[in-house]
């Protein structure tokens, strides 16, 4: 039984480290910590009734099972559940970690998942500058005629692991759990420096949706730590980056400047590739397909097929090209559950509000998957779905964190 406890928190501490990106690994680790689970004696599944949290989670996941018996492609739908299949296991393999684990425990669980983060950070920054120079040599030899330059380091030629996004996302979380231990026993030597290196990697990765979490986590942590000399280098930091991404990269400066300029003029071109103007033609053409069928959705899965229909109807040939999804979990849940799903998923989310009263982390992970929730399907990715099933199962538990 010992030996059991011991590898089951080895597997979840590793599945912590191999979170941000590497491949299939997680979903390897997560089928570990359920077949040692299974094993595992004392485990309270009462414990599922009692902590609504991960109740709402498995019954959305029921609500997705549901749908597949509407859903015209069968399929798809087993596609999606086999994506979401996570929000089923996780809660259930988690329950004797909530039950069992010490504070020891659960710090090195963030201490893994930071080193993990940090890891992946090098790793992305490191192959940007091989390639960087690797162009310059073949430039320079006559071998290559394009030259990215410095955009090597930015969006997706930097975050080659995941979608800028989701990566800035991961960042923005490991951020809260450093901020959350400075000043205390567990805080690290490089803590600090490496808060710099997150805040420069999510600058670099011009995500939007990580910028504002960007803003909200530092915005939250610096008025409780009152670090405001953190704050002065960050700022610094960040003012230094900017100015010089707005010189050198065209590319980044245009992903800052059109959002403002889709909002001021409202003129949005129908064959528009460009990441805002392509996603307002996106949510503009699910809330129609959503009102068709508002109650149950299109089934599990078939969101996505109905969307596509649209874009053909509406004329956005660009979007539908890349066979975009509705770039908004909401709106995307909507299409495929209808407001059955919604319900279920705004529960979620009001739960883990309630239960993060005592938990500042649990209220960190609530605020950053709301924030991305609104510009990501992030539901229709392993690499979200895992980030939102294993961290609302590891914080959902109601002590004080």
């Known amino acids: 039984m010992k030996h059991l406890s011991y590898y089951y928190f080895v597997a979840i501490f590793l599945l912590a480290f191999v979170l941000p990106g590497y491949f299939r690994l997680p979903a390897m680790l997560i089928i570990s910590v359920a077949i040692i689970a299974l094993f595992l004696k004392k485990i309270d599944y009462k414990y599922l009734l009692e902590n609504k949290l991960l109740l709402y989670i498995v019954l959305f996941y029921c609500a997705h099972l549901i749908g597949t018996t509407y859903a015209a492609e069968k399929s798809q739908s087993f596609f999606d559940?086999?994506?979401?299949?996570?929000?089923?296991?996780?809660?259930?393999?988690?329950?004797?970690?909530?039950?069992?684990?010490?504070?020891?425990?659960?710090?090195?669980?963030?201490?893994?998942?930071?080193?993990?983060?940090?890891?992946?950070?090098?790793?992305?920054?490191?192959?940007?500058?091989?390639?960087?120079?690797?162009?310059?040599?073949?430039?320079?030899?006559?071998?290559?005629?394009?030259?990215?330059?410095?955009?090597?380091f930015l969006t997706s030629r930097l975050s080659t692991l995941m979608h800028p996004s989701y990566f800035a996302m991961y960042l923005s979380l490991a951020l809260a759990l450093i901020f959350n231990r400075l000043g205390t026993a567990n805080e690290k030597r490089f803590d600090k420096l490496t808060i710099l290196l997150y805040v420069l990697t999510i600058i670099l990765l011009a995500s939007k949706s990580g910028l504002i979490s960007l803003f909200a986590v530092f915005s939250y942590h610096i008025h409780i730590t009152k670090n405001y000399k953190l704050l002065f280098y960050s700022i610094l930091l960040s003012s230094f980056s900017f100015i010089l991404l707005m010189f050198f990269?065209?590319?980044?400066?245009?992903?800052?400047?059109?959002?403002?300029?889709?909002?001021?003029?409202?003129?949005?071109?129908?064959?528009?590739?460009?990441?805002?103007?392509?996603?307002?033609?996106?949510w503009k053409s699910a809330i129609e397909v959503y009102l068709k069928k508002p109650i149950l959705g299109f089934g599990t899965g078939n969101g996505?097929?109905?969307l596509l229909h649209q874009y053909e109807k509406n004329g956005y040939k660009a979007v539908l090209e890349k066979k975009l999804n509705a770039h908004n979990q909401y709106l995307q849940t909507g299409l495929s559950n209808g407001l059955v799903g919604i319900v279920f998923l705004l529960l979620i989310f009001l739960q883990a509000y309630i239960q993060s009263k005592n938990n500042i982390l649990l209220f960190n992970v609530t605020f950053i998957l709301a924030i991305n929730f609104l510009f990501e399907s992030m539901l229709e990715t392993q690499s979200g779905v895992i980030f939102f099933a294993f961290w609302f199962s590891v914080l959902s538990d109601n002590k004080k964190s």
């Open 81 to 152: 559940l086999e994506v979401k299949l996570s929000l089923l296991v996780l809660p259930f393999s988690l329950i004797y970690y909530n039950s069992n684990k010490s504070e020891i425990q659960q710090n090195k669980l963030y201490g893994f998942y930071i080193y993990g983060c940090t890891i992946t950070v090098l790793f992305c920054l490191i192959n940007a500058a091989w390639c960087f120079i690797d162009e310059k040599i073949k430039i320079h030899n006559g071998l290559y005629n394009l030259n990215y330059g410095i955009n090597f």
């Open 249 to 282: 990269s065209p590319e980044f400066y245009n992903r800052l400047k059109q959002p403002a300029v889709t909002i001021t003029t409202n003129q949005i071109n129908p064959s528009s590739i460009e990441s805002t103007s392509a996603r307002v033609l996106c």
């Open 304 to 306: 996505n097929i109905a």
